[in-house]
């Protein structure tokens, strides 16, 4: 095999993965400007929330309070080792909060709305629909990816947040009623290390995975092509790329909300 | 800007236009010229540049280089905004109709008006109503999804939301191709009553000769992205040109060789 081939092709793979970076750095652009101009759609926002708020609470919530459940429980058998049992509603709370509330909520969404949402802009793609708007006035960024990438942004946080309550309910339904802690002194000490900024940074955390799960089921079903199978493509790539960049992102936002301050 | 064309500028005129997709050249300096109030049709097999030639007139596509002027009024390097002002004297209809599942039949006849030029919801809807019953469409159709419509009525919906927004140009993609002789008999009938009815200029691109015989004044082949031979339709069977008489009679020998492979 000739070596040149070789580095041909890992060039070739580079200079893709740079141009594919830069579109979705100018779709990404594009869809912030178009976010501040109008006319704004808000039938279609209030909509897109309903659709992503909403019908994604039963499953988020429902990870939420297993999540605290086994986190609970968890904890509860490593701690008692070295005799820190009481430390379990802190490490319940604070790590829900902070961490698994909105990590994991955002991933259950990434899996539902991000591949809704470029299922259904790859099949308006590959359909003419969104030709369709455009040759109607209707320009399509504004109609459908800001609704649906406002929508994720403001969404996200007030799910996480009932997932945060549900999580530590979870939690303080084992700790009560299978470890035998006193049900008023797990709240107590749930609530004594709990501070304000756990809960907000945890929700800031949300909205920045809200709005990148919309916005790469966007990009990936905007620009999705060739049929049914694009459209399959579009979606996969779209849960893929959000689920990565949640984990990239969760680290970044840990470092400058948590970390840093 | 928006002073009225005078009467001798072409609607449309083309000139020099090119586009490829890679190494595939799709128009190759194509010239065209479409007159107020005139239906062309342009015909040519599969993959002939007919539909790319569309978007890019309608502004769907940018041209690779030449000249698109509508109404006198040079398109190609405008601003989106400009080219957005322009884009509201076309009309489409789509190859597969391209009718928003998302909303009712009557919202999407509404679409334009309601979005575009906001109309409030209820007139919209009354003048929804009436391009349904243009095109032999009742009331009772208006609610239902276009997943629960047929083929042919799709095509008549998309036609209704077409003409909805009265525009100056309208632009028939494949009209009447998927559809039983019948209907697409029915579709001719109703865009040459539509456009008729509008004044307006027509653009339509097919390879359904009967389709074309029957909506075009002027009849105009594009074949490896130029336009080959135009003439008034009643001339298409006397062109002279072997390629357009291979196409008419749809033979497979001729001077023009299908392409097997994609390239």
Redesign the interface.
Known sequence: MNPFHFLASIGAVFLNGLSAAGRMALFTLSTLSHCVRPPFYLRLLGRQMIDIGYYSLPVVGLTALFTGMVLALQTYTGFSSFAAESSVPTVVVLSVTRELGPVIGALMVAGRIGAAIAAELGTMRVTDQIDALTTLSTNPFKYLVVPRVLAGTIAMPILVFIADIIGVFGGFLVGSYKLRFNPAAYLQHTADFLQTNDVTAGLVKAAVFGFVIALMGCYFGYNSKGGAQGVGAATTYAVVSASILILLLDYVLTAILFVGR | MNAKAPSDTPKIAVRGLKKSFGRKVVLDGLDLEIGAGESLVVIGGSGTGKSVLA?CI???MQGDGGSIKIDGEEMVGRSTSER?RV??K???L???A????SLPVWENVA??LI???NVPRDAAKQAALKNLAQVGLGPEVGELRPSELSGGMQKRVALA?AIC?EPEIIIFDEPTTGLDPIMADVINDLIIKCVRQLGATAMSITHDMVSARKIADRIAMIYKGKIIWSGPTAEIDHSGNAHVEQFIHGRAEGPIQMEVRAH
Request: aromatic fraction near 16%; charged fraction near 25%.
């Open positions: 978007k309608i502004g769907l957005e884009m509201r076309f009309g489409m789509f190859q597969g391209a009718l928003f599942d679409f334009g979005q575009g030029r939301r927004v």
